[in-house]
């Protein structure tokens, strides 16, 4: 068990609509990251938070946004979906920002876009 | 851009055995790290052992280790004394500026 909770484990939805996934870090953690992983696409980094600040951004798309509240959890919004965004998508967690921290894995939301 | 590539999309050995799985990856900057995790059946992503890009003494955990090329861009993972529970998807990762880059991983698997 990392430490990182993610909610809610499974996700099932309809083309165009909207979900959020929810990510808590590690406790004293700082930073969250946004990973999707889906069969054909390996493990995609979309967007790191840190203190409630974006830090870095990867290829997240527009119809995807991100936020990370003063609690430090965060929460990764879907919207408009289509059936490629099934995917599994992970969030992860480090007491810091650099490159040096090592990101703590949660077990992942597994959406299925119907 | 940075790209990581694993040439290797499956693997087997035997328990007890030594298995090397490959990565190599591309990228301009000179301050980065790399990682190697693992994902076995449950799909939890676990690191496996990291490696500053400025250290060129090659990281060790347990019966982990890495041979990094920094020159060459190559960073490949030795499993030695395989056991069962080692068999998963094993990524290698590069991050650098908080963004990280996942090869398409290498699926172990260890034969009893």
């Known amino acids: 068990d990392s430490g990182v909770t993610q909610t809610p484990k499974h996700l099932i939805t309809a083309t165009g609509q909207r979900v959020t996934l929810r990510c808590s870090p590690r406790?004293?953690?700082?930073?969250v990251y946004w990973y999707q992983q889906s069969l054909d696409q390996g493990l995609q980094f979309l967007i790191q938070?840190?203190?409630?600040?974006?830090?870095a951004k990867g290829n997240i798309l527009e119809r995807f946004s991100a936020q990370q509240f003063p609690d430090l959890h965060s929460e990764l919004n879907l919207s408009s979906l289509e059936l490629g965004d099934s995917a599994l998508y992970f969030c992860?967690?480090?007491?810091?920002?650099?490159?040096?921290?090592?990101?703590?894995f949660g077990p992942g939301t597994r959406l299925t876009v119907l | 851009a940075q790209t990581v590539t694993q040439s290797q999309p499956e693997m087997s050995v035997q328990e007890a055995e030594t298995v090397t799985l490959s990565c190599t990856y591309d990228?301009?900057?000179?301050?980065?790290?790399l990682f190697w995790y693992k994902q076995p059946p449950s799909r939890q992503m676990i690191l496996v052992i990291r490696?500053?890009?400025?250290?060129?003494q090659n990281a060790t955990e347990n019966r982990f280790s890495v041979n990094f090329q920094k020159a060459a861009k190559s960073f490949s993972l030795k499993i030695s004394d395989s056991q069962l529970g080692d068999t998963a998807m094993y990524f290698c990762?590069?991050?650098?500026?908080?963004?990280?880059?996942f090869g398409d991983g290498t699926t172990l698997t260890v034969k009893p």
């Open positions: 992860a967690s480090s007491s810091g920002y650099t490159s040096t921290d090592t990101q703590y």
């Open positions: 406790s004293g953690d700082l930073s």
């Open positions: 938070y840190y203190n409630g600040e974006e830090r």
């Open positions: 990228t301009s900057e000179n301050n980065y790290y």
């Open positions: 490696q500053e890009a400025y250290k060129q």
């Open positions: 990762a590069l991050t650098n500026a908080g963004k990280s880059t």
